[in-house]
C-alpha cells in the first residue's frame, strides 16, 4: 500500500480515496502507510479522504485520535462531493 | 655423556617416591600416633575454648581460635587421608585394549611438543597419537605430519582444555585414552605399566604422578608434588578416591562417554526446565503490555503468534514434566524460539510503525502554510504520545525479554555433550567427582612415568596456583562433592579435604599477624602465656609435627609447606575471584621462564614480613632495655615471628630467583639422561615394593612383551 501511495503521488496525483469498506483489521504499519501518505499530500497542498471504515477500524483511529487527523466519509460519492 | 647421567641418576636416586609406612607394624605406629594426635590437640583445643581466650581482646581472640580449631580439624583430616594408604604393585599385562594418545597443546612452544610426541610415539604397546591443537598453529600441524601421528584442531577454544578433549573424543574411537599436556615426556613404559588395571571393568581411570624435570635443586617456587602424588594420593586411592589430575592419566573412553552422556541429558533437562520457564514469564509479559489499556492489541498482529507460542512452550513443559524423548522436548523449544523471534520482529516492527506516524504527525504539524490544521495533527501526536509512548517502552522492555528468552533457547539447543567436566577451571577434578559418584573406580599407580615441566618462574607458578585454587572453589560451589549422591563416605570426606585446605589462606593470615601485633601493641589472643599455656600447647605441636615428619619420611615437604603458608593471599584471592567474577578464564601455565623479579606479585607478604621484622626488633629492643615486660610472652612472639618470617622467605627468595647458568645443563641433555635414571628409579622402588610383599622379585619389561609376570595384590586390601 504505501508503494501504491508513492506511485500515486510521484505521478502528480494529490486527491486520494482510500475505500476501507473491506477492511476488516488494521494494524500499525497500516496505519503509518496513511499517515506518511497524508503528510505527502498535504505537503503537494492536495487532500486524503477515507471511506467506509468500519467500526474496529475507526477504533483504531479514534485510539491515537488520528480520527480528527484524517477526514472521513460514509461513501466514496459523498467524498468525492467534498473534494 | 656418562658422566652427567650418572650425576643425574644419583639425584634421581635421591628422588624418592613414598612407600607407604613399609609394614602393617609401621601403619599402626602411624594410627597411633595420629590418635595420640587427635587426642592431646582436642583437649588443647578444649582448654582455649574454655579457660584461655582473651576476653578483652574477642576481636582477635576469636580469629585466632577459630583459626587453631581449623588447624586441628586440618590434622584430623591428614590422619583420616593417611589411615589407610593402598600401596599398589603393577597388574600383569593385558592386550585387548585399542589406545589413543592425546597430547593438549595451547601455544606451547613446538620444540616442547616435539619431545613430548616423539615420546609418546615410541611409547610400548600399540596406540595411535593426537595432538589436539587449541593453539591451530602450522607448526604444530607439520609436526604431525613428520611424526605421521593425528591432529586435531576445532573452530573455537570453547571450555578450554577440557573442550578440547571432548572434542577429539568425538573424532577418536580407543577404548582407553592416556592424556598428556604439551610438556610431559611419557617414559616408553606408561603404557605396559599400567593397562593392567583396567580388566577390572569398573576402572575409569589409573593415575600416575606428575613429576619435574627442571626444578631446581633447591625448589625456589615449591613445585616438589611428592606429597601429593604420594602419601595423599595413596591414601585418598585407600578411600576409593585417587582423584583424577588432568595428565599422565589413563582413562576408559566408556566411562568418560557414560558420564557425558547422563550429565548431557541431566544438564539439558535442567536447561530446558528453567528456559522454558523464562520464555513463559517473558510472553506472559509480552501478552501484558498487548493488553495494557492503550489498545495496542488491536493495532499488534502479534496477538495470534503470541498465543502460539504460548501453547508451544505449554507443551515443551509438559514433555519434560512427563518424560517426553529429550529429543523432542528440544525440538519444542526450538520451535518456541522461533515463535519468540517472530513475536520480537512484529512487536519490533509495530514500535517503528508508531515512531514513523509521530515523526510523520510532527512534520505535519510544522508546514505551517499548509491547508491542514496544525492543531489536530498535534492533538494526535500529543495523544499517541501521551497514551502510545508509554506502550512503546513497555514494548521495548518486552522485546529484550523476549530476546533474553529466545537467545537463552538458542544456547540450551547448542549444550553438548561434555565427558570431560566444563563446570570448573580445573576440569580434571570435576570430571574426578562426576565420575566417582556413578560409581566408578579409581586407581592411584605412583610410578613416575612421565615427567615434565614445572613453572620456571614466581609469575607462573602463581598462576597455576590460583588456577587450580579457583577450580576447587568452582567444583565445590557448584557440584559439591559433600552433598553428591552416588559418593561414599570414604569419597567425599577426601574431596572435602582438599577443598577445605583453601581456607587456610584465613588462617594463615590470623596465625602470621598474631605476633607482631603483640610485640608491637601487647595485645595477645590468649589470655596468658602462662606455663599452662605452654604445657597443653607444646606437645601438641610436637605431636603434630611428629605424625606429619613419620608420614612423609624422605620426601620433600618444607618447600611445600613454607609456600602453603606464603601464598595465603593467592587462596584469599582464589575465594574473591570464585565469589564475585562470573566466567574464570582458564589460564594456561607458562612453560617457558620469563625472566625478572617479581617482588610486585607478593606486596602483602613483604608488607606481613616487615611488620614482622619490625615487631621483632622491637621486642627486642624492650627486653634489652629492662623495661618490665612479660618476658616469657615476648620472648614466644618473637620466636614465632621469627618462624613465620621464615616461612615467607621461600617465597620472596622465589620472586628474586634466578638460575644459576652453569647448573643447568640444556634441556635436552637433561632430559635424555633422566630418562634413563628414570628407568633405574621406577625398577627400584618397585622392587623394594616387592620385598615388602614377600620377596617376591620381578623384572620390568623394558620392550614392549606381553609377558607380565606377577598379579596385582593390595597389601591392605579393604
Known amino acids: 500500500m504505501k508503494e501504491q501511495i508513492e506511485v500515486l503521488i510521484n505521478s502528480g496525483t494529490s486527491q486520494l480515496i482510500f475505500d476501507l469498506s473491506n477492511v476488516d483489521f488494521i494494524d500499525s504499519s497500516g496505519l503509518a502507510a496513511l499517515v506518511s501518505g497524508l503528510k505527502k499530500v498535504r505537503a503537494l497542498d492536495g487532500q486524503l479522504c477515507l471511506v467506509g471504515a468500519k467500526t474496529n477500524v475507526m477504533e483504531v483511529f479514534k485510539l491515537t485520535l488520528l480520527d480528527k487527523v484524517f477526514i472521513f466519509f460514509p461513501t466514496v460519492e459523498a467524498a468525492l462531493e467534498n473534494l | ?718
Open chain 2, 1 to 718: 655423556m656418562t658422566t652427567l647421567g650418572l650425576a643425574v641418576s644419583e639425584r634421581l636416586e635421591y628422588k624418592r617416591t613414598w612407600r607407604g609406612f613399609g609394614s602393617p607394624l609401621a601403619l599402626f605406629g602411624f594410627r597411633l600416633l595420629a590418635l595420640t594426635t587427635v587426642i592431646i590437640g582436642f583437649r588443647y583445643l578444649f582448654w582455649r575454648y574454655t579457660s584461655s581466650l582473651n576476653l578483652d581482646a574477642l576481636w582477635i581472640a576469636i580469629p585466632m581460635i577459630l583459626a587453631e580449631t581449623f588447624s586441628f580439624i586440618s590434622a584430623s583430616l591428614f590422619a583420616l587421608n593417611l589411615w589407610r594408604p593402598r600401596i599398589r604393585t603393577t597388574p600383569k599385562q593385558i592386550q585387548q585394549f585399542s589406545v589413543d594418545v592425546f597430547i593438549t597443546v595451547y601455544n606451547e612452544p613446538p620444540e616442547i611438543v616435539r619431545k613430548t610426541a616423539e615420546a609418546a610415539v615410541r611409547m610400548h604397546y600399540p596406540h595411535r597419537t593426537y595432538i589436539l591443537d587449541d593453539g591451530r598453529s602450522s607448526e604444530i600441524r607439520a609436526l604431525t605430519e613428520e611424526l605421521d601421528i593425528g591432529y586435531i584442531s576445532r573452530e573455537d577454544n570453547r571450555h578450554a582444555k577440557a573442550g578440547n578433549i571432548n572434542n577429539a573424543l568425538r573424532e577418536t574411537t580407543g577404548d582407553l585414552i592416556l592424556y598428556l599436556d604439551a610438556d610431559q615426556i611419557p617414559s616408553p613404559r606408561i603404557l605396559l605399566r599400567v593397562l593392567g588395571y583396567f580388566e577390572d571393568p569398573r576402572v575409569a581411570f589409573v593415575q600416575t604422578p606428575q613429576d619435574f624435570y627442571n626444578v631446581p635443586k633447591n625448589d625456589p617456587f615449591g613445585n616438589d608434588a611428592d606429597l601429593f602424588y604420594g602419601p595423599i594420593q595413596q591414601g585418598k586411592d585407600g578411600w576409593g578416591a585417587a582423584f583424577l589430575c588432568g595428565t599422565n592419566v589413563v582413562l576408559r573412553r566408556e566411562a568418560l562417554i557414560q558420564m557425558g552422556l547422563i550429565y548431557y541429558v541431566k544438564d539439558m533437562q535442567a536447561a530446558l526446565k528453567k528456559t522454558l520457564r523464562n520464555a513463559a514469564r517473558s510472553a506472559r509479559s509480552a501478552a501484558k503490555a498487548l493488553k495494557a489499556d492503550t489498545g495496542l492489541e488491536t493495532m499488534v498482529p502479534a496477538k495470534e503468534i503470541l498465543q502460539r507460542v504460548q501453547a508451544t512452550i505449554r507443551e515443551g513443559q509438559q514433555g519434560l514434566r512427563k518424560g517426553l524423548a529429550l529429543e523432542q522436548v528440544i525440538s519444542i523449544t526450538e520451535s518456541a524460539g522461533d515463535g519468540l523471534s517472530r513475536l520480537i520482529d512484529a512487536l519490533a516492527q509495530s514500535r517503528n510503525d508508531l515512531l514513523t506516524i509521530l515523526a510523520d504527525l510532527e512534520e505535519m504539524s510544522d508546514l505551517a502554510q499548509t491547508p491542514v490544521e496544525p492543531r489536530q495533527a498535534r492533538a494526535s501526536r500529543h495523544r499517541i504520545e501521551r497514551n502510545l509512548l508509554p506502550a512503546i517502552k513497555r514494548q521495548e522492555r518486552t522485546i529484550r525479554e523476549l530476546q533474553e528468552a529466545a537467545e537463552q533457547v538458542r544456547l540450551v539447543i547448542n549444550i553438548e555433550e561434555t565427558p570431560m567436566a566444563t563446570i570448573s577451571v580445573t576440569e580434571d577434578l570435576a570430571t574426578s567427582v562426576r565420575l566417582h559418584a556413578l560409581g566408578w573406580k579409581s586407581i592411584f599407580h605412583r610410578e613416575v612415568l612421565a615427567r615434565g615441566l614445572a613453572p620456571e618462574d614466581l609469575d607462573a607458578t602463581l598462576k597455576q596456583r590460583l588456577r587450580w585454587a579457583q577450580g576447587t572453589i568452582q567444583v565445590m560451589t557448584r557440584d559439591n562433592p559433600i552433598f553428591k549422591r552416588g559418593l561414599s563416605m570414604g569419597q567425599r570426606l577426601q574431596y572435602f579435604t582438599t577443598m577445605y585446605s583453601y581456607f587456610y589462606g584465613f588462617v594463615a593470615f590470623i596465625y602470621l599477624l598474631s605476633p607482631s601485633l603483640y610485640l608491637l601493641t601487647g595485645i595477645a589472643p590468649v589470655a596468658a602465656y602462662s606455663n599452662d599455656f605452654f604445657y597443653k600447647l607444646i606437645p601438641y605441636l610436637i605431636l603434630n609435627q611428629l605424625m606429619f615428619i613419620y608420614a612423609t619420611r624422605g620426601l620433600s615437604t618444607l618447600r611445600g609447606q613454607q609456600y602453603q603458608v606464603a601464598l595465603f593471599p593467592l587462596w584469599l584471592k582464589a575465594f574473591a575471584s570464585v565469589y564475585f567474577e562470573k566466567n574464570l578464564k582458564f589460564v594456561v601455565t607458562p612453560k617457558t621462564r620469563q625472566r625478572g623479579i617479581y617482588l610486585h606479585l607478593i606486596k602483602p607478604q613483604l608488607f606481613i614480613s616487615l611488620l614482622t621484622i619490625v615487631g621483632i626488633a622491637f621486642g627486642v629492643a624492650t627486653l634489652l632495655s629492662g623495661a618490665t615486660v612479660d618476658r616469657i610472652s615476648t620472648i614466644t612472639n618473637i620466636f614465632w615471628g621469627g618462624l613465620n618470617f621464615w616461612m615467607l622467605s621461600a617465597i620472596i627468595r622465589g620472586a628474586i630467583w634466578a638460575p644459576a647458568h652453569k647448573e643447568s645443563p640444556s634441556r635436552e641433555t637433561r632430559f635424555t639422561s633422566l630418562r634413563r635414571a628414570n628407568t633405574f628409579t621406577g625398577g627400584s622402588s618397585y622392587a623394594s615394593l616387592n620385598r615388602r610383599n614377600g620377596g617376591r622379585h620381578s623384572r620390568y619389561p623394558i620392550i614392549g612383551v606381553a609377558q607380565r609376570t606377577h598379579s596385582t595384590v593390595d597389601e591392605r586390601a579393604d
